[in-house]
């Protein structure tokens, strides 16, 4: 088995700008704060995130006010601005030495940042969303991370990022070494094969099946998304095995003997299609074209979601199942 840390050393960690206050930003800001490293967060001047950080009583500045002084400079930008914040505010304005970090490899990866030699490039990955990872901070828990070195200046590199990792609690549930390549390459195909591209298309896919049977599509919502979650609590608590022992032994004939045919070689030849797209650049330069021709696939497909039935019903189921 890989090694998982426990432990890392806080006091090597400095003084932290983190740039951006949205999902890792105020999760990564608040709970370093709360271990006792001092924070200031980087916003542009108009945003709206500006007075939540300020009532937390955190230091709020400009990115490039905040990063004058900072040892390390958290990045946790949308991927799609990172570039554009770096080269005109931050890279500018930084501290010689100081390290820079990332919550994903995605800019570093593929080039589109650059830190001169001279500056740790590190990164410290929670494995799960922001608000989560700010959540289980507070109850005095953590959320598994990892963290990798792209640059080591210092000689320290591989230290300070495991201290972040500590310092943000990653350390109480585990902290595994990686790379920016596997980070990146791991990252994008788990959101796009299984966790929400994959997950996303075979709930509508049952759900469609369902009520073009025509069934009741309050059911059909119940049945696959809705109860999905439910389902998903028992794997992440005990895996597919301790699912497999709560759900009724009907449900387990029935999984055991059909989901090969729903997941079947077709969907794995797509799987390796999709990893191969993402290995050889192809997925990047798609989303880097879009990012930088206004987004319109992006939002052309957006639109497109959320014009679809489940959405619609599970709008007004889910108001019922407000307490
Ligand atoms: P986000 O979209 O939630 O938040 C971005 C923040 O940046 C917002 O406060 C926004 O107002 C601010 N911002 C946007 N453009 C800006 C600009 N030009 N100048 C200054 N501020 C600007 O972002 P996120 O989802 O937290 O992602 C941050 C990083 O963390 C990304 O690298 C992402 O890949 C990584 N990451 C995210 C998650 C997650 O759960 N969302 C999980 C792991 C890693
Ligand atoms: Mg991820």
Redesign the pocket.
């Known amino acids: 088995m890989a090694t998982v840390y426990r432990e890392g050393d806080i006091s090597l960690v400095g003084k932290v700008a983190v ?7 105020h999760a990564h800001a608040l709970n370093l704060r709360d271990s006792g490293i001092k924070v200031a967060v980087g ?2 001047p108009g ?1 709206k ?1 500006r007075a939540i950080a300020l009532a937390e009583g955190l230091e709020v500045g400009t ?1 490039a006010e905040v990063v004058k002084d900072a040892d390390l400079i958290a990045i ?4 799609q ?2 570039p ?2 770096y080269e005109d505010e931050i890279a500018p304005n930084m501290k010689p030495g100081a390290a820079i970090l ?3 490899g ?1 800019n570093v990866h593929f080039g589109r940042i650059l830190p001169p030699a001279g500056h740790d490039v590190i990164m410290v ?2 494995k ?3 608000h989560i990872v700010r959540r289980i901070y507070t109850e005095g828990f953590g959320t598994p991370a990892l963290f990798a070195v792209a640059q080591d200046a210092s000689g320290n590199a591989r230290a300070i990022s495991m201290g972040y990792a500590a310092a943000i609690g990653s350390h109480r549930a585990g902290m595994l070494e990686t790379t920016f390549v596997e980070e990146t390459e791991t990252d994008l195909f788990g959101e796009q094969a299984v966790l929400c591209g994959g997950a996303a298309e075979l709930v509508r896919a049952g759900f469609e099946t369902l009520v073009e049977a025509g069934y009741q599509p309050e059911i059909a919502y119940y049945e696959c998304l809705h109860e999905l979650k439910l389902i998903v609590d028992l794997m992440y608590e005990g895996g597919l095995d301790y699912m497999r022992y709560s759900i009724s032994d009907t449900a387990e004939f029935g999984d055991l003997t059909r989901g090969k045919r729903i997941i079947d070689d077709h969907v794995r030849a797509n799987m390796k299609k999709v990893l191969a797209e993402i290995r050889e650049g192809q997925f990047a330069k798609e989303w880097i074209e879009d990012m930088n021709t206004g987004e319109k696939r992006l939002d052309a497909a957006r639109v497109e979601a959320k014009g679809q039935q489940l959405e619609e019903v599970g709008k007004e189921l889910r108001a019922l199942m407000q307490r």
Do not use: E, M, N, W
Not at 76 to 79: A, R, V
């Open positions: 740039i951006g206050y949205g999902s890792q930003g916003l542009r945003s995130s990115p946790l930008l949308p991927d601005h990172q554009q914040v990332f919550a994903h995605f990955a929670p799960g969303p922001g």
